[in-house]
């Protein structure tokens, strides 16, 4: 099973940006769907962003144009990165693995990088 570690969260004015990573073990990266998911305050968590192991891209809609996911199989990484954050994007970002886009949610996940965008 891959195991996942976020970085790169932390405290963030509104309007700012801010670049979380994601480091995978093991050999299969490539061949993992990669995505990301969101807690916020009294939330349940919600989807953000995925990406294909061929590099295709899908967003949530209050991503959409604010939000770039990306991946470097040579280094089993997985990036967001966030632009005009607002003080709404504030939660607790995962990384997921899955083996498909529709069944993301039932992969492995990580531990979580907290993100807090200030008014």
């Known amino acids: 099973q891959v195991q996942l570690v976020e970085s790169g969260g932390g405290l963030v004015q509104a309007g700012g940006s801010m670049r979380l990573s994601c480091a995978a073990s093991?050999?299969?990266?490539?061949?993992?769907?990669m995505g990301w998911f969101r807690q916020s305050p009294g939330k349940e968590r919600e989807f953000v962003a995925a990406?294909?192991?061929?590099?295709?891209?899908t967003y949530a809609e209050s991503s959409k144009g604010r939000f770039a996911i990306s991946r470097d199989n040579a280094k089993n990484t997985v990036y967001l990165q966030m632009n005009s954050l607002k003080p709404e994007d504030t939660g607790l970002f995962y990384c997921?693995?899955?083996?498909?886009?529709?069944?993301?949610?039932?992969?492995?996940w990580g531990q979580g990088t907290q993100v807090t965008v200030s008014s």
């Open positions: 990406i294909s192991r061929s590099g295709d891209t």
């Open positions: 997921v693995a899955g083996s498909q886009f529709s069944t993301l949610a039932g992969g492995s």
């Open positions: 093991g050999r299969t990266f490539s061949t993992y769907v």
